[in-house]
């Protein structure tokens, strides 16, 4: 048995229960071509081999979480169903409140006729993010995501800014977590339910990235900034300073999740420009501080009790779970007929997109953003007893027309 010292798998598996499917991630890709379970079985035995975590279930021991290894029966890991391809987006319901009997699972959907299937992916969050969900599912373990934390120094040497941006973020938790437990909220009150639904949007890359060289910011503060007005827009243009949390990757190398939660606060209803710097200059503090690293040391230091305690509380008032990715490129993962190549191109089956997002039981929308080629796929998952669905798409469309044209 191997021992977990990586916190957030330690704090997500506190709450893994096999009565429901909180913090299941389901990523899922598209393709042209045809699947059958021969062709399936060797990419499945190929990523299996490849990925240790694949291998192994997480186990408790004297109160300490440790990876078993365990024995893989390809055949108990996936199912594979016959489905016209205009109904691939009506079976996301279906998997993501699945309940299955392992901790990770893939459910194809396949058109024959029409040479298209899709690929679901289910997977407990303790065991893996999105990273590294990415990673298994394109086999492509080389690929290491490097996130600006880790050239912060050789790309801004201004210790002044670091020190400046450190306290910055420091003081700001220090009043998050002040107003949490001083101030009561009724989130907290509010019985949570399997019952997940969600939106799906299709963004033009090209769109937004034309947008973020005109206003000299990042692509990630552009679709941050939608969120921020999908919320203000779904609430009838009420003002409201909302709690936000993203997973910041710290570019580690745990087999299973390699981030860091981060938590801001910012109003809702401050005009285009206001927001978007305001948001450039909250990820630039984390992106060139000593926040990161600070706080990892802080989490391993309280342990994983009260770290718990603090994750929940933080959660159960969240108004948005941010995430954004970048999704495999189109030379990353090609199926062969006979063989399974990797990382060549064949034109036997086709990735044609991707996408991904995590059942909760939370109430806040939560926003799974993925790119592939010339598409950023949103999709924003909640409870569907707390959201409505038109009305969400609207106040995405209009967050969109605001931040973007």
């Not at 977590?177 to 939106?199: A, E, H, M, W």
């Not at 860091?260 to 984390?286: A, H, P, R």
């Not at 909640?382 to 967050?399: P, R, T, V």
Request: charge should be positive.
């Amino acid at each position: 048995m191997e021992y977990i010292n990586d916190y957030i798998t330690n704090v997500i598996s506190q709450d893994i229960d096999d009565t429901n499917n909180w913090g299941n991630i389901v990523a899922f890709m598209d393709f042209d071509g045809i699947i059958n379970r021969k062709i399936f079985n060797k990419y499945l035995k190929y990523i299996i081999s490849n990925n240790k975590i694949l291998q192994k279930n997480i186990t408790t021991k004297n109160n300490k979480n440790y990876l078993q290894d365990i024995n893989i029966d390809i055949n108990s890991y996936y199912s594979l169903y016959n489905s016209n391809y205009n109904k691939f987006d009506s079976k996301i319901n279906i998997v993501l409140n699945k309940n299955n009997n392992t901790h990770w699972y893939f459910n194809i959907y396949s058109d024959k006729q029409n040479k298209k299937f899709r690929l679901f992916f289910t997977v407990n969050h303790a065991y893996a993010d999105g990273f590294k969900i990415i990673s298994i599912l394109s086999s492509n373990n080389n690929k290491i995501y490097k996130p600006p934390l880790l050239n912060r120094y050789t790309h801004h040497i201004n210790y002044f800014s670091i020190l400046i941006g450190t306290i910055i973020l420091l003081f700001s938790y220090v009043k998050i977590i002040t107003n949490l437990y001083v101030f009561k909220n009724n989130k907290s009150t509010i019985k949570y339910i399997n019952n997940t639904d969600y939106i799906k949007k299709t963004f033009d890359f090209n769109s937004i990235k034309n947008k973020s060289k005109e206003l000299n910011v990042t692509i990630n503060d552009l679709l941050y900034s939608i969120s921020i007005k999908t919320h203000y827009y779904y609430y009838n243009n009420q003002s409201k300073t909302v709690l936000i949390a993203s997973p910041f990757n710290t570019g580690s190398n745990n087999i299973t999740n390699n981030f860091c939660f981060i938590f801001t606060q910012i109003d809702n209803s401050i005009k285009k420009n206001e927001l978007i710097t305001s948001v450039n200059t909250i990820f630039n503090y984390y992106k060139y501080s000593l926040i990161i690293p600070l706080l990892t040391f802080i989490y391993s230091i309280i342990g994983v009790y009260f770290c718990h305690k603090l994750y929940s509380k933080l959660s159960s008032n969240l108004d948005i779970l941010y995430t954004n990715m970048i999704g495999p490129k189109k030379d990353e993962l090609h199926f062969k007929n006979n063989n399974c190549i990797m990382f060549n191109i064949n034109d036997n089956i086709q990735l044609k997109n991707t996408c991904f997002l995590m059942n909760h039981k939370k109430t806040e929308l939560t926003f799974n953003i993925v790119s592939y080629d010339n598409n950023i796929n949103v999709i924003i998952s909640f409870q569907k007893s707390l959201y409505e669905n038109k009305k969400l798409y609207y106040a995405l469309d209009c967050a969109y027309n605001e931040i973007i044209k």
